[in-house]
């Protein structure tokens, strides 16, 4: 039996005359203008609708800002966005995915700590169902006793599994020692406090903070957007108050420091994850930073990946990403490592983020990361689901569809200087914080002797 020969991902991409050289970066022009409308109703939600007609389905996207500083809020915001869609005077549950399935449609309800997000879809010629459905949950979601009570002891069996993942351990730490008793801190509510929620509790909180005055509604799919925009005034014009929906407090500037070991005793994996400061999409800079996190670890190609993965064997997977709010941006650097070698991963990382700044991205490395964000953010707006959840996010910072057309040509106008900026006043170590989760019993004498990591 002939024995198979396999080629790794570096033999696949060489040959005998070296690397294999990627195409030139193509001229790039700004996207097409697509049917849209983009207004804010009478009673003060903004409602964005797109034509999009690659297949007759519509995607729905409804941002509602939901911070809250009371020590129950965060429970009772989990309550009430796995209830909203249980029960109104009109719909039971069952009823609510009957008219929904009679549609092809679905819709559900999350939250977080800054916002209440509802998301759904269905056939395009199903979009008054869809929106009669959604305005029927906004306006008439009655929490009923006993879908309330189902619905917290589902949420206790979630958060405790859910507290038990290393991935939410170290999520939890990060966020204390980010930002410490921010709202943003909390995002998850604990199991106990659940138990403490009431129907009227929830009730209360929807009739307070469930409000169109500063909400964001996205329609993108097959549809004619004046009527779109039509539809939903009508359906939503008993969606009604003076108020405005609650926005999260501006979060404190990073501080710059020492990273902090987390103690979890006996685990034989450690979670790493590291934070910066940065600029928010809104800043001239941005296109900049965004390749320069590319380059340093933002993509399967970037230095980080190729040093603690390819090389070394650290971990599976390490990456660097942005996180938005509506005020601010940092960014985040994390990996997963086995214990033996976590201190290792760590010099590693520091010394990419080093050498981000000291041997700034070649013109190559420039060139590759522009092409892969470029790409990838075509692509990812190229489905109506993609598009509807982008607009939805960018509106949510104050941003409209003319910048996602424009980002492209900023992205591919980046020059390497540009970038080496942005990596020197971004990526200098000395910029970071973070924490480490692991077994500080293991982890504690290496990190002694390298330093920078204050122990438990």
Known sequence: MTSLSYRTAEQIG???????????LGEQAAASQPSLVDTVLPNGLRVIA???ESVPIVELRLRI???GTERLHSARAEVLANTVLTGTERRDRTQFDTDLATVGGDMSAVVDPERLSFGGSALASGLDVLLDVLGDALTGAVYRDEEVARESERLVERIIMARSQPSVIAREALQTHRYGDHPFAKEMPEASEIGEVTPEQVRALHKDAVLPRGSLLVLVGDIDPDAAVSAVGSVLAGWQSDASASAMPK??????????LVHRAGTVQSQLRLSAQTVPRTDPGYAALQVANLVFGGYFSSRLVENIREDKGYTYGAHSYFEFTKDSATVLVEAD???GVTPAAFWETRYELGRLVVSPPSASEV??????????LLTSTSSQAGLCATLAALGGVGLSYDWLRQQPLRLADVTAEQVAEAAEKFFAPARFTGIVVGDADVLAPQFRAIGGVVLP
């Open 14 to 24: 060489h040959t005998e005359q070296g690397p294999r050289p990627l195409p030139p």
């Open 50 to 52: 797109v034509r999009k």
């Open 65 to 67: 800002p939901f911070a």
């Open 251 to 260: 979060l404190p500037e990073l501080t710059p420091s020492d990273v902090r």
């Open 337 to 339: 490592t086995a214990s």
């Open 367 to 376: 060139d590759n990361a522009k092409q892969y964000a470029i790409g990838s």
